[in-house]
């Protein structure tokens, strides 16, 4: 049973409210994958924020024609497509594809799109070996957390410097005053 002209509009409509939020776009081949197993890859592709959308090259074509943005995916479009929209975390989403790639050995990356640039897989790899925004996020406070620590302990080294600085000079004036006293 074939798609009607409103059943395209509104699949076309849907891509291209999907792809407005997204700011990475993966094309993979998906043939000799079940049912079962793309069910398993959208499962998989949930704590990252994206979606894995299945539909013809050509209605994707026509979601992506007015979008500068979009339109390299066109150098992508041929055989069977799966689209992986990524809205954010694009390093842990890629890293949930490289993981359901290796147990399944039947996909292939074929690229991406990203900020209206096509990427290869070797880019697409290099993003995926990124730390996700949580890592990044642990690390950023981290950073923070031992420059405050490091900034304490010298603002409290400070009174004890002081301290001994005075102590030191108290007893080179009382050393002196005993010098003095003895001549």
């Known amino acids: 049973m074939g798609r009607t002209l409103e059943n395209k509009?509104?699949?076309?409509?849907?891509?291209?409210?999907?792809?407005?939020q997204s700011?990475?776009?993966l094309v993979i081949d998906?043939?000799?994958?079940?049912v079962a197993q793309i069910t398993d890859l959208r499962r998989k592709l949930i704590p990252s924020g994206a979606v894995c959308k299945?539909?013809?090259?050509t209605l994707m074509g026509i979601a992506i024609q007015d979008d500068e943005n979009w339109q390299p995916l066109s150098e992508l479009l041929k055989g069977s497509s799966a689209f992986l929209l990524v809205k954010e975390d694009f390093s842990s989403a890629i890293k949930a594809y490289q993981e359901f790639q290796k147990a399944t050995k039947k996909t292939e990356l074929r690229g991406g799109?990203?900020?209206?640039?096509?990427?290869?897989?070797?880019?697409?790899?290099?993003?995926?070996?990124l730390p996700s925004k949580e890592e990044l996020m642990a690390q950023i406070a981290g950073a923070i957390n031992a420059l405050a620590t490091k900034v304490a302990v010298g603002i409290n080294e400070v009174p004890s410097?002081?301290?001994?600085?005075l102590q030191a000079v108290a007893e080179k004036d009382q050393g002196e005053s005993t010098d003095n006293a003895a001549e």
């Not at 998906?30 to 079940?34: D, E, F, I, R, V």
């Not at 299945?54 to 090259?57: A, M």
């Not at 897989?121 to 993003?127: W, Y």
């Not at 410097?161 to 600085?165: K, N």
Request: no cysteine; proline share 0%.
């Open 30 to 34: 998906y043939q000799g994958l079940t």
């Open 161 to 165: 410097s002081l301290a001994r600085a």
């Open 9 to 20: 509009k509104e699949i076309v409509a849907d891509l291209k409210e999907s792809l407005s």
């Open 23 to 25: 700011s990475l776009a």
């Open 54 to 57: 299945v539909t013809k090259n």
């Open 113 to 129: 799109v990203m900020e209206g640039r096509l990427l290869k897989e070797t880019d697409v790899k290099a993003l995926g070996d």
